[in-house]
């Protein structure tokens, strides 16, 4: 691309609208300014000019964005049928083990969920569509990494904000490295805890007609009932069913 190809006021905006998240929901212009990295003054316009067009609400003092937002969003999942072809299948996984199950794509340094069934809630977020979570620490996000090479996964760790949820996380890149490893050898990740204490999961790729890595989907468990090393043995065979069924259906 020819550096007079970018536009600088478009990316800055959706600077500012990446800066929202889970945890700030409302920002001040000092906020979204030292979030995005941008100066107070074009954080204030972009803040400003998605107000104006209904992207977000202003009360004077905090931004919120708005519903209209959504569109955004809306436009990806409309024009790609991976969401509305993996749902009904992790409808039917997550009947048959009675768990909750997921699908997620990587996109930087996260993975974006894309599709969810959910029976009970086990983690202290609420996980939708479009929730988004830190790769390294993540069974899907470890499944997405070892599709990579080794430099690739490797650049993505070096980007990545390696910081421990708990006291389980692994943070060193040289063993985070060794588990894409082993997850590129077993073809599947198992999660103890890492994300959240109580929390297990096991995640398998989902592969095109052509062999192509185009997403993955998980199975999460309470670890005081199911524990890690009991995963493999419980939800390992209906994940590779649910794998081998979408096969041929994604081309």
Known sequence: MRETDFM????????IIEAFDEGTQRLSIAEASKISGLDRATARRCLLTLAQ?????????????TPKILRLGHAWLSVTPLPAILQPHLDQLSERVGQSA???????????????ASQRRIMSINLTPGSRLPCFSASMGRVLLAALSDQEAREVLDRSSLVANTAM???????????????RANGYAIIDQE??????????PVYDDRGKVVAAINIGAPAAIIPAVEM????????????TSLRPLLR
């Open 195 to 204: 994300l959240e204490i109580g929390l297990c999961s096991i995640a398998v």
């Open 169 to 183: 996380t692994k943070t060193d890149p040289d063993v985070l490295m060794a588990e894409i490893a082993a997850v």
């Open 102 to 116: 997921s699908a997620s794509v990587l996109d930087g340094t996260e993975i974006v969920y894309i599709a969810r």
């Open 53 to 65: 067009l209904g992207y977000a609400d202003y009360d004077g003092k905090f931004f919120s964005l």
């Open 232 to 243: 493999a043995e419980r939800f390992l065979p209906a994940l590779l069913a649910t794998q």
């Open 8 to 15: 600088g006021g478009f990316a800055k905006g959706l600077k």
